[in-house]
């Protein structure tokens, strides 16, 4: 199986818990530091080839926005669920802007439903 590879970039620099769900999932988690780390994600996920990025902000757009328009990844911003980012990686979503939402639930649900679009489960 290969091992999904999801960056997370939050714009107060946390994202810690995420990143243990992507773990625990059995993917592999960089976690961007700093305070403005939403507003960096497109351009690691670009360097690391990732498979999947989460952005973190108060409306769950501006990282994630930026990556699109910067390097072309399909967006889904502005989420308030796991539910919405499960159905936008299963629309084909590889950049997911959420609002605050620093749980472990939601990086493991997110790579399940990753393995499950893509045929890794």
Do not use: W
């Not at 625990?24 to 990732?50: F, Q, R």
């Not at 629309?91 to 990086?107: N, P, Q, R």
């Amino acid at each position: 199986m290969k091992e999904i590879l999801v960056v997370i970039g939050d714009r107060l620099g946390k994202g810690q818990k995420v990143g243990a769900g992507v773990e625990s999932a059995g993917g592999k988690a960089i976690v961007i530091p700093g305070v403005a780390a939403d507003m960096k994600l497109g351009d690691i996920m670009n360097a690391e080839k990732a498979d999947l990025g989460i952005s973190f902000c108060g409306s769950g757009g501006a990282g994630a926005i930026t990556a699109q328009n910067k390097y072309g990844y399909k967006v889904r911003h502005g989420m308030r669920s796991i539910e919405e980012g499960e159905t936008a990686i299963a629309d084909g979503c590889t950049v997911l802007g959420f609002g605050f939402m620093d749980k472990e639930e939601l990086g493991e649900r997110l790579v399940k439903a990753f393995n499950k679009k893509y045929g890794n489960a």
